[in-house]
């Protein structure tokens, strides 16, 4: 009986180990099977378009934070400051470092038009949350816009102050970026499609910090409502002249008012009135899955989230997801991004054929007592 015992446990002991030896060499394991991309994160943190380009890059890296353990993101980071110059060294420095798949790529739209064609010969998608119109007019086939383009978002913004607002005379503010007179192209043609002439246009450069003189400009053509369509840090600058010489007129901005980090400039007294175009607002929530974000993204950056944070993490996540479900090569990625459809936390996305991948927007608007904006109306 003893040596009859001794035998089975010899034989338990061969059969424990073959099996720690084959499960060691499988090919099939967890750590075989990971998926391996590299993301490199380029966008502007300093510079004019510091604000709205951190939000881009802390909603990209919050994606691959939340990546699944069967995808492994190598992510460097780069600030491409706000030269196009800058924006084409960061990704010709990326692509000879190693691998590419993909690239979590700049906001501003003068630093995209230089990348595409570098992007284009190198064959790596890019994905952005830029405005800017014209980079889904190159026939470039490797960008991929997560935010509303301005022909979605000026659309919002034009329907809306014609629409709900009931108003006519309308003065125009922009800036002189490629953004600003992307904006301003796409609200002249919408309006005047209505029958609408603006009754007063005013280009800003990005430098201008005293808004008086606009200002003047746009009293002394009496419109009934101010249409902006500038950056972050001078619509604050524009809000708070407007506010001092007690102009009581709606304004309708762009999507810089909608950033917390740009209303943080103001009083909420000073927001009163006021309303802006976005792709959504995770201090507005309206879903689960938008409150989690906000949560999160709160608890790792000790800051409140914009919706270029949240387009650019759907962007990111897409991308992770696409090789999650195993497209390996940047090529694969791209026809994932092109072809595919994917349930992000602000919006479903998919392409229209140029690369447009987001396709509504909302507005939101200010009381005048929080900072804290509401919906008052979405466009798909």
Do not use: W
């Not at 994160?41 to 990546?67: C, D, H, M, W, Y």
């Not at 009083?267 to 879903?287: H, I, Q, R, W, Y």
């Amino acid at each position: 009986m003893k040596a009859l015992k001794s035998r089975r446990n010899r034989r338990n002991d061969i059969l424990a180990i073959l099996v720690a030896a084959t499960l060691a060499a499988s090919p099939l394991s967890a750590a075989a099977q990971a998926v391996e991309i590299n993301l490199p994160v380029l966008v502007p943190i300093t510079g004019f378009l510091s604000l709205e380009g951190t939000s881009q890059r802390n909603g990209a890296l919050l994606a691959i934070k939340n990546a699944p353990a069967s995808v492994k993101v190598t992510s460097e980071v780069t600030d491409t400051g706000v030269s196009p110059e800058g924006a084409t060294t960061a990704l010709e420095r990326a692509l000879s470092r190693g691998k590419v798949s993909a690239v979590a790529a700049s906001m501003l739209g003068t630093q995209m038009l230089a990348m595409l064609p570098v992007a284009l010969e190198n064959k790596i998608p890019l994905a952005t949350v830029s405005g800017t119109a014209d980079i889904t007019e190159k026939n470039n086939p490797y960008v991929f816009r997560f935010f509303p383009g301005d022909a979605v978002a000026k659309g919002a913004h034009v329907r809306y102050v014609l629409d709900e607002l009931k108003k006519r005379r309308v003065a125009v503010v922009y800036q002189t970026t490629a953004y600003g007179q992307s904006g301003r192209k796409h609200i002249v043609e919408l309006l005047k499609k209505a029958g609408v002439d603006p009754v007063m246009e005013e280009a800003l450069d990005v430098s201008v910090k005293d808004m008086s003189p606009v200002m003047g400009k746009v009293m002394a053509a009496k419109p009934d409502v101010i249409m902006l369509h500038l950056h972050g840090g001078p619509s604050a600058l524009f809000l708070k002249q407007a506010a001092a010489l007690k102009v009581n007129l709606p304004i309708i901005a762009g999507s810089g008012l909608s950033q917390p980090s740009t209303v943080a400039l103001l009083d909420p007294a000073e927001l009163k009135g006021v309303c802006a175009e976005t792709n959504a607002s995770p201090l507005a929530g309206g879903s689960p899955e938008m409150e989690r974000f906000l949560a999160q993204y709160r608890a790792e950056f000790k800051s409140d989230p914009d919706g270029f944070a949240v387009g650019q993490y759907d962007a990111t996540a897409m991308i992770i997801d696409a090789a999650a479900k195993g497209a390996k090569t940047p090529e694969d990625i791209r026809k994932v991004l092109s072809g595919g459809s994917y349930k992000g936390i602000a919006m479903t996305y998919k392409s229209d054929g140029k690369g447009n991948m987001a396709n509504s927007a909302v507005i939101i608007c200010y009381d005048g007592v929080s900072r804290t904006p509401k919906i008052a109306k979405r466009y798909d």
